[in-house]
């Protein structure tokens, strides 16, 4: 480009030194010089403004072509996204579905394991409520058949001492301490039997209230990883006291 400036400059040059034509504005300049000068300024001219103006007359098509590519992206990338969207609508559903499936199948299992382990605890509690209450009588009868038997024993030996005044006193005295170690017996003996019911008792519980803590933890997890809508059945075993007692009956 500069060469281009030099060859204006000279230009200029020549048409303010030209010889004027008188009585006129007009000058006269040697064209040989000039149209050496302006072959330069041509030749100087770079090929971008070849292309340029290729451009320029090509406007209106590389346009039309610019705009007709850009439809059919902003058309490609619209189909692709709306398939993009469905699948992931459809991978959402699927997800959804499964895990719905999983926590309705993990609380059928645990509703199962729940019923198992009360039933079970019934038949255990049953068996020993009666075991115990089996043992109670059993230690009951035969304390009152001891006390009737020492009670009779004291009555005879009395009977027998009542003619001598001394004896029958000594008598008294170890009817009395017969009857009162006869009643310590028996109270000994009951004492013994709660004990053992009561033992027997609280193993049941510690048993019992193993399984419900085990069946808390195993619905705590469930409702952890995300509880499902509860059926209203499932709302009626599920929501009672939440510790579990309330299904013994």
Do not use: K
């Amino acid at each position: 480009m500069y060469r281009v400036f030099e060859s204006l400059d000279a230009l200029v040059t020549i048409v303010e030194e030209a010889r004027s034509v008188p009585m006129t504005s007009n000058c006269v300049v040697p064209r040989g010089d000039v149209l050496e000068l302006l072959d330069d300024v041509r030749e100087a001219f770079p090929g971008e403004l070849d292309d340029a103006q290729d451009v320029l007359d090509r406007r209106d098509d590389v346009v039309a072509d610019a705009e007709r590519e850009a439809e059919e992206t902003r058309s490609a990338a619209t189909s692709e996204a709306e398939e993009t969207l469905q699948n992931a609508r459809t991978e959402a559903e699927r997800l959804v579905s499964e895990a719905q499936e999983e926590a309705a199948r993990t609380l059928a299992e645990a509703r199962h394991e729940a019923e198992r382990t009360v039933a079970e605890g019934r038949r255990q509690y049953a068996e020993l409520t009666d075991r115990s209450r089996d043992e109670a009588e059993r230690m009951t009868h035969a304390g009152r058949a001891a006390h009737d038997r020492l009670i009779a024993d004291g009555q005879n030996e009395q009977a027998r001492l009542v003619t001598q005044s001394e004896v029958v006193r000594a008598a008294h005295g170890e009817s009395a301490r017969i009857v009162d170690a006869a009643h310590a017996e028996s109270d000994r003996q009951r004492r013994e039997c709660d004990a053992y019911v009561d033992s027997t008792l609280g193993e049941l519980e510690s048993a019992l209230n193993a399984a419900l803590g085990t069946i808390s933890r195993g619905r705590s997890q469930i409702w952890r990883n995300g509880a499902p809508q509860q059926h209203p059945q499932q709302a009626q075993f599920t929501g009672r006291s939440g510790t579990g007692m309330d299904l013994i009956d």
